[in-house]
């Protein structure tokens, strides 16, 4: 604990240093780096020789012409200039937000794609231009210590739902495909004829909670063998493009598919539709205090909830 402790206090001593380190490294001089940071050449040179006799090495050797990393400078710089990077683009974007209202929105590819996208324009005219709209698309929710996106938009049990959090839409899944893929196929007189055919699978990571194919036979009682193989993608646009292209059958989530269907892009294959114990679950993240971020969520919500059947 003694050594952590005195690391940290080495740490905030020299951090203004570090900083002026990786500046020096950079220009190869002391006079150009006090310049970019506002201070003299002798301020500059202060500054290092604390650092290094803190740390007890050479970092610079001091030439004619300037300054050049010696061996433990170079182990040095491979260390503070990401972490500068990093901490110059979080303050930058902090600044930034700060200046522009933002607001970040989670949600996964199906619902990015589907639902928010089609829509975005119409958001844009209600919200007006001075709030900046983020969308973070993401197969699974961010973690619980990601608390950057100011709404989250994911399939979640709806037993788990918080008082807080919004039902969106339930997960309710039908079968689709192109018109011209079911003419081929026909006929399909009960889902166990799926069995026989070419499916489009979304992949599903083990923290997720959709709904999947085999799920979907065992939901409407159908057991057997399957005779060929899954064509599987790791992102829903990708698994509804192939069923518009009349590769296979994919699973349709009805409340994101519906214009393809009122289209005739997509057709149901049969009419069983399976609802599940999850859906759509919005939230609005406690960390923020901006108009914007309830400004869409109350617009998401009120936008789904009217379209939703009575």
Not at 58 to 84: C, D, I, Q
Not at 109 to 118: E, G, K, R
Request: glycine share 6%; aromatic share 8%.
């Amino acid at each position: 604990m003694d050594d952590i402790n005195r690391a940290n206090t080495n740490l905030s001593r020299n951090l203004v240093a570090l900083y002026a380190f990786e500046m020096v490294a950079k220009h190869g001089n002391f006079t150009s780096a006090g310049d970019a940071l506002g201070l003299t050449q002798s301020s500059i040179s202060q500054r290092i020789k604390g650092l290094e006799v803190d740390l007890g090495v050479v970092l610079f050797k001091r030439e004619h012409r300037g300054v050049s990393l010696t061996y433990e400078g170079l182990r040095l710089l491979n260390v503070v200039r990401p972490a500068m990077t990093q901490m110059n683009y979080a303050v930058s974007a902090l600044l930034e937000r700060k200046s522009k209202p933002r607001v970040r929105i989670s949600a996964d590819f199906a619902f990015s794609t589907f639902w928010l996208l089609p829509r975005l324009g119409y958001l844009r005219e209600q919200i007006g231009n001075e709030i900046e709209i983020q969308i973070l698309a993401s197969t699974v929710p961010p973690g619980l210590e990601d608390n950057d996106c100011d709404i989250q938009i994911h399939v979640a049990p709806k037993s788990q739902i918080q008082t807080d959090e919004i039902l969106l839409l339930e997960e309710v899944v039908a079968a689709v495909c192109s018109p011209q893929l079911l003419e081929e196929i026909r006929p399909i007189q009960s889902p166990a004829d799926l069995l026989d055919v070419q499916l489009l699978s979304l992949s599903k990571p083990a923290t997720a909670a959709w709904q999947t194919w085999q799920g979907w036979f065992d939901s409407l009682g159908v057991t057997g063998e399957r005779k060929r193989n899954y064509i599987s993608f790791n992102n829903y646009d990708m698994v509804t493009q192939a069923a518009l292209s009349g590769e296979g059958v994919a699973l349709g989530w009805i409340g994101l598919i519906d214009d393809l269907l009122s289209k005739g892009s997509l057709v149901t294959v049969t009419d069983d539709l399976v609802a599940s114990d999850a859906g759509y679950v919005m939230s609005l993240s406690p960390n923020n205090s901006g108009r914007g971020p309830r400004l869409v969520f109350d617009w998401i919500a009120e936008q789904v909830l009217s379209t939703s059947p009575k």
